[in-house]
Structures are given as C-alpha cells and as structure tokens.
C-alpha cells in the first residue's frame, strides 16, 4: 500500500507545493475589526421625548489621524498576521478605550470595495452591550477622544415595489447620535429584494455628517441585532444588578427596544428568565417593589 503524499497535477506533493508557493500571486486586501459597545444610561437631562431617565448609548472615538480626521469613529484598527480577529478586537479596543475584558459577540464582515479611501478593506464588527459604570473609558493609540454618545433612530419613510417574483422594499432611517454639544447624523437606505424564495438585503449611506467610514450603517444594523437579540436572548441582564425590580428590567427593555411594553404583557415575556426573591425594594409612599434575579437555567426551560 502506498502512503506517499497525493501529488497534483504538477506532480508535488504537498510539501514542495508549500516550499515553491507565491505569496504574491494574489494582492492581499487589509482585514481590520470595529467594535460597537451600547450601554443603557442615565441621562443627564431628561428629554421629554423619551420614555425614561435612561438612553442607550455607544462608544465612539474622535479620529485623531487621516483619513476623516476630526471626524467620530467607532473604536477599531488593523489586525496584525500574527493574531486572530478576536484577539485584534479586544487589543484595539484596550489600547484606544482602555476597556478590557468584556465579551464580544461577532455581528458581520463589510467588505464593500471602497469602504475605506486608503486601500482594499475588509472589516469584521463586534457587538456587546455592557454596564458603562464598571468601566473606565479613556481615550489612548490615535484615538484623540473617546465618548459615550446617546444614540436614536428614527423610522423616515418606507416604499415597495412589486416585482414579477417578489417585491422590492427600501426603507429610510435616520441616524442620530448626541454628546453634549456633538451631534452626528446618518441617512441610512435599506433595500430588501424578494425574489421567488431568496432575499436579498443592501445598505447604503445617503449621507452621513462627521460619522467616518461606512460606520453610520454598521450602526444601524447593529441597533436592528441589538433589538432582536433581546428578545430571545439574555443580553439585557448584562445590565443589570444581581437583584432588580421588574419595573427597572422593563425600562432597560424599553429603551433598547424604543418603545414603550404593556407592564402584563412585559411580565409573561420574562417570567421564565427570572427568579422571584422574598426581598422588596421600599418606595417612601408606594407599595414596596419585589426583588428579582436573573435564572440562569431559563435556556433549558426553552
């Protein structure tokens, strides 16, 4: 029986194709990593518009270097050969945030091909939501500012269009982000094409105002996996302190939601993600509010 490498057409085996291989047959694009950290905060004014004391919030960077200098980014860089896309997110994000050790969750590779004016880049962006008390953020690498801006979208305008095998939807959104006197804006164009049983989504910036690169569309479509994963995951309580009362647990669901939740209806969703203790929160003038924790067993009940 012979146990020799297979050879190939040119007749090496695997080992002489290695040794004989062109690294440079092929132009090699960058591959960089963008992280976009929400939190849920206090506000420091209450905005008459919103539904509680509370607004989500995310990290970004002011770009202390060409290209869109000047201009806010979401915290980020290139990743080096000799590290994964993980290991070059939580790197990125210590040396310009100085925040470590939080859990990064995948959320989608860009690739458009003139996504960024220098060269060829390919960016794969990473999603957490955290509690921004326990972290200490400060701005450092070419990152010249680092900051939580308050962040809102807004539903503008949506038309579709029937095709021979499908339909053709585009949606329009706003994008609008504040830190004190900062505002940064976003038009975002989401086009969903339905045809037999594919479907196919693109977004495009229609204009975007000091927000760098494509990041007001990453933005946009985190918010939407943002929104769907608290639904059916337990991200939320990464909010949360190891005892709450269901009003503060709705709040926090709110806010990242946008919109306001039925108390009932609220209940009913989280009562198997939640523990009932024998510990009341006191409200001078109300009736005390019952304490809860998180069930760390609720997947199994699922």
């Known amino acids: 029986m012979n146990h020799s490498s297979p050879e190939n057409k040119q007749g090496q085996t695997e080992q002489q194709f290695l040794e004989a291989y062109d690294v440079s047959q092929f132009e090699r694009p960058s591959v960089t990593v963008d992280m976009l950290i929400f939190t849920v905060a ?9 539904l509680s004391a509370k607004s989500l919030n995310i990290l970004l960077v002011k770009r202390g270097d060409h290209p869109f200098i000047g201009q806010w980014a979401l915290p980020g860089g290139f990743v080096s050969p000799n590290e994964s896309l993980e290991e070059a997110a939580k790197r990125e994000l210590r040396t310009e945030t100085n925040i470590d050790n939080i859990y990064l969750e995948q959320l989608y590779t860009w690739g458009e091909v003139d996504r960024d ?17 326990a ?23 949506e038309t579709k269009t029937a095709t021979p095998d499908g339909s053709i939807t585009e949606k329009w959104f706003e994008l609008r982000l504040q830190h004190e006197e900062v505002e940064l804006t976003a038009t975002i164009k989401v086009t969903k094409t339905v045809a037999g049983r594919i479907i196919r989504e693109h977004r495009e910036i229609v204009e975007a105002n000091q927000i760098a690169f494509d990041h007001a569309q990453i933005i946009q479509y985190a918010l939407e ?6 639904e059916y995951t337990d991200i939320a309580f990464a909010l949360m302190p190891e005892l709450f009362t269901l009003t503060e647990l ?3 669901y709110e806010v990242i939601l946008g919109k306001e939740l039925l108390a009932a209806a609220f209940r009913r969703k989280v009562a198997d993600k939640v523990i009932e203790t024998n510990q009341f929160r006191k409200h001078a003038g109300h009736r005390p509010s019952k304490y809860f924790r998180f069930n760390p067993e609720w997947m199994d009940q699922a």
């Open 225 to 230: 996996r943002l929104r769907n994963k608290i």
């Open 42 to 50: 206090d506000e420091e004014e209450q905005n008459y518009r919103k």
């Open 117 to 133: 004016p220098r060269t060829r880049v390919i960016s794969t962006s990473y999603m957490a939501l955290v509690n921004s008390e």
């Open 250 to 252: 709705q709040q926090v």
């Open 135 to 157: 972290l200490e953020v400060v701005a450092g690498d070419d990152a010249a500012e680092a900051e939580w801006f308050q962040i809102e979208d807004k539903w503008l305008r």
